[in-house]
């Protein structure tokens, strides 16, 4: 029996990259960008206003010229104008380019405009500064070529936006994880059927299915019965088609866990069975040569979906990133006192708070916690890793930090 | 010009709650329940085995039996064998519920089986403390009849896997908030477009639709120029048709701005217009009487972008919930000192990094901010809010923690 460290080391030897493919923008949300993107000009682009106004030649305010005659109103998205008299202003709004002979926006705050004679003019209440005032400089925020977005971004909205800025129509992408989710055991029995009273109903499937989805996974269900010629047809497509198979059940010792050896047969390699931690000993983790990662993850729910988030979560968004590498951990702050005896690391199931000093607050849920216990999750977000050497860990220490999301 | 707090306050007066529908479970990932779902049975529904091992009466242990012939064995998910002789055993597998007559299971690691003469026989090696021993008692969990699930529950991973577990193959839930989107700004070209040198190309709207997905909404995405009569055609279906209509541009003081006026024009309430806060002091906000929620952001990307997740993103999330109430504030600790003059409420972008001590710090970024740097907001994962009545903010207190996500 391996040490949680040693399970993670070897989760983590199988990772893979997942090829690129290229989409839309508009349906790149969430994924990996496999391309850099670079400015395509300077940002901005040209010399932008920035405040509703006129735009003067500095020059003139120098000298003490306060009164502007307005040539002309430039819009935004209008080709600039040119000032023809170096002592007049041309009216122009946010968003434009500044027009050629002018350097300095006076907003609108800061003028009174009066018509004369059907003349307008421009009287500065208060003088700028410095010349460039109110004007966003070209290449003020990015030049010509700079890099934006790196290979490896995770495309968000303001990443979606930033490729819309530079024209990237089409971008380059990490395709999804496809992953085969499959449940197992006799005693289980479909959602819409009313259970005997020896039988319950599959819940891991549709868990697993959500989990890998929300880590942009495409999933596919399938549920064996424990039967070593069901295993023996089924296993082998999903080993071959899928990059990662998701199993849940017959891992432990009993008399139909026949998983390990029908894995095994159906040509996948063994790199583990069993680790030292709660919940999750009977973990099984192998690989086929040609074909997908197998997570054979304990049958009762609490176990599948906690070591689902340990390990198998982790893998699948690192297999999306090029160059791959575990997320940083994060960690909480004990909320209470907790004592585990045996020497198993050991994922305790918490609720998250935040003071506001900005501190992570992870507090045990009350119930004395319990693999086959379903519901005890709906009342946590997280699990902190309880380390196995120590039995005792107080409150005020800081602990890694797993979310269930 | 009103404040943070009191912009906040007329953005949550809009709030409704939107209809229900009713979904497969397995498409209500992310969804908001509205039905009330109860245990059907008893958690677990029989006396379920925890170990692989043997069924026995505890009775005989405590006349100091050890060796107890195997009668037969039991699988999970076959219906339980009675024990017919009260010093026998029955080889029992995780799962399987517990045989009458017995009412203990002795695990196969603290046993010894032999064949004798074709009759296999356990030897126990370890005596289990008492009875009840490796058996998980019928309802030890839940009851009958309790709630598991409570109107108002996201439902995530766990959360889908108890309604499937209680039968729930259709569940009742918010339908999607319904949003428009629209761009406006006579400067931005498609983004397949080569912009013209005072032109720029659209990205707000793509980034609001990523964003307002990504808190539950289908959204439409819309682009019109600045010209009245666009607005007056454009907007009264949009106020009808949508439950939000999220603009941005438009709404500053300049020639073009002619949103504010066109809005009001098609029906829509002005509840405000201009907050003390930077970026984003121009926000318009308001509400159709009959139709939408109208938030018409300012144009500048950071400015649209922090203010979307500063009052829309929680409008969007509340608006699901059947009785809303705002999310508890997140906070993390300022990690350096900041200075920030202007009598405003300035949202700062920050990266965050988390400790070993469970605490989450707030790192400015590097450059100073500029609402037209939509690259800017590349670096940051979330904002600080810093309240407008103070200047100097000095590193280790902690700040109301905004994530972009």
Redesign the interface.
Known sequence: MISVAEATRLVWSTLRVLPPETLP??AA?GRVLREPLHADRD????D?V?M?GIAVAYNALAAGQREFPLER?Q??????LTLKNPQAAI?I?????LPPGTDTVIR?EDLLISDEASQRVAAVQVVPPTAGHNV?RRA???RQGDL??PVG?VM???????A??????QVQVTRRPRVAVVST????VA??Q???????????G??????A??AGAETAAFHFN?DPEVLRVGLPPLLRDFDVVLLSGGV??????YLPQALQEAGAEQLFHEVQQRPGKPFWFGRHPQGAVVFALP?N?VST?LNYFRYAQPWLLAAQQPHPSPA???????ATDFVFKPSLTHFLLVKI??????????HPLDRTQ?S???????H?DAFVELPADRVEFAAGE??P?WR??
């Open positions: 923008l508009a949300l940002f901005p682009p040209f932008r920035a509703d109103t819009l935004a998205g209008q080709a600039p009216e709004m946010t968003g434009a380019a609108y966003h003020a925020d990015r934006l977005l971004t968000g909205p303001a990443q979606l936006a930033v819309a800025t530079v024209g990237a129509a055991g006799d005693e289980l959602i819409d009313t259970p005997l009273p020896h039988q319950i109903r599959r819940s891991n549709l868990m697993l299915q959500a989990a989805q929300q424990d432990s010792k009993g008399k139909a866990d049958g729910p979906f940083p951990t994060a960690y909480a702050t004990l708070s935040n003071t506001p000093d900005g501190r992570l607050w992870a319990n086959g216990d379903l519901a005890s999750l709906l946590a800081g602990l930090l269930l999301a």
